[in-house]
């Protein structure tokens, strides 16, 4: 449950980045949480008010895309999504898979004024 | 490029450097960034890193529930190998050196670092740390996290090896409740293995569990309390880590 903390310094780098770009408003933001980032999107979105409320970013909405575990196959080349966090490939099952998506916590974009 | 040691870490884009990525649509733009939110904890635990590679010291991040054994395994391990490797440990905990007063009797020494309301130690604490209370002249850093299954799996500290434990008394499948910690460890230690006689737990459950989640894992079933496997895991500090 750091999902607040981390809300925070969403903020203080989107202000900043804001201020530098002279914007007069952030309407939105737009993040990408990964499955396997550790970051709850519901949290997020429960925090992000919380950390927004009397600043700059008062207004700004938050969209959050969620990006699925995502693996290639050593064995297949296959590139699948599998369930409930299981390393395995969805084609074969070969557990011989590279993690490809699903890390990021990443901030994508911000549109201002 | 990074400004204090010119890495390659500081290379990556940062917040500034995105704006040429600007597309303008009247009154309104949008701001191309792709930049990790987290990257100042990870910049600053790749600094951690490389500090102590240099001085060659293996640091090891340990993160498990709360009561799963994690000091109890750490005293065990001071008093076998703290003759023979100069070990530092700190404890992160949100409140009381409880822990640390356990391993400050035994060989190596420890500081306790209380992270109030923060629920995972994140690199800065660790920085802080480095050239002070760990002089360079260790062997080992041992680290042991907040008991926390949730939130130490996110923060990188600057660690070499992550190692996550599930003790007997929690259930066999912790790992599959807490994919993301699990999967995150190059070696999961089964703690507290002497008491599975008194209690409704299956091994072979918990290494299937484990390994859906991190097929590659090494898997150490210990006792600290008996000793049973424990030469594995002090075989694995000396000699793999």
């Not at chain 2, 500090?51 to 001071?78: C, F």
Request: hydrophobic share 35%; proline share 3%; with cysteine.
């Amino acid at each position: 449950m750091h999902e607040l903390s981390l809300a925070q310094t969403l903020v203080e780098s989107v202000t900043a980045l804001a201020k530098k770009e002279n914007a007069t408003k952030v309407s939105s933001i737009t993040i990408s949480v990964g499955a396997l980032s550790g970051v709850s999107k519901d949290s997020l979105e429960f925090c992000f008010p919380m950390a927004t409320k009397d600043t700059f970013l008062a207004s700004t909405k938050i969209i959050i895309n969620e990006i699925p575990l995502t693996t290639v196959c050593s064995e297949c080349e296959a590139t699948t999504y599998p369930n409930n966090y299981y390393i395995l490939c969805q084609n074969c099952q070969s557990t011989n898979v590279r993690i490809t998506g699903g890390k990021e916590f990443s901030l994508v974009s911000m549109e201002v004024e | 490029m990074c400004e204090d040691c010119g890495c390659e870490e500081g290379n990556k884009k940062i917040y500034f450097d995105s704006l040429e990525n600007s597309v303008e649509n009247a009154s309104q733009k949008t701001i191309k960034i792709e930049t990790d939110i987290l990257d100042k904890n990870n910049h600053i635990a790749h600094h951690n890193s490389h500090w102590l590679q240099d001085r060659n010291i293996a640091t090891l991040n340990i993160m498990s529930s709360p009561g799963s054994g994690k000091t109890y395994l750490l005293e065990k391990t001071l008093d076998k190998l703290g003759h023979l490797k100069k070990i530092a440990v700190l404890i992160g905990d949100q409140q009381t050196d409880n822990d640390a007063k356990r391993l400050i009797l035994k060989e190596g020494k420890v500081k306790q670092i209380n992270t109030v309301s923060s629920c995972h130690l994140d690199a800065s604490m660790i920085q802080k740390e480095l050239g002070s209370f760990v002089d360079g002249s260790e062997n080992m850093l041992i680290i042991e996290n907040v008991g926390n299954l949730v939130c130490p799996a996110a923060f990188k500290l600057g660690e070499k090896i992550k190692i996550a434990l599930l003790s007997t008394t929690e259930g066999e499948d912790k790992p599959l409740k807490y994919p993301v910690l699990f999967h995150s460890a190059d070696v999961i230690i089964i703690t507290k293995t002497d008491l599975i006689p008194y209690l409704d737990w299956d091994l072979n459950k918990a290494y299937e569990y484990i390994k859906k989640i991190n097929p590659n894992a090494l898997i150490i079933p210990v006792s600290a309390k008996t000793g049973d496997g424990m030469t594995r895991w002090y075989d694995y500090l000396m000699n793999e880590v």
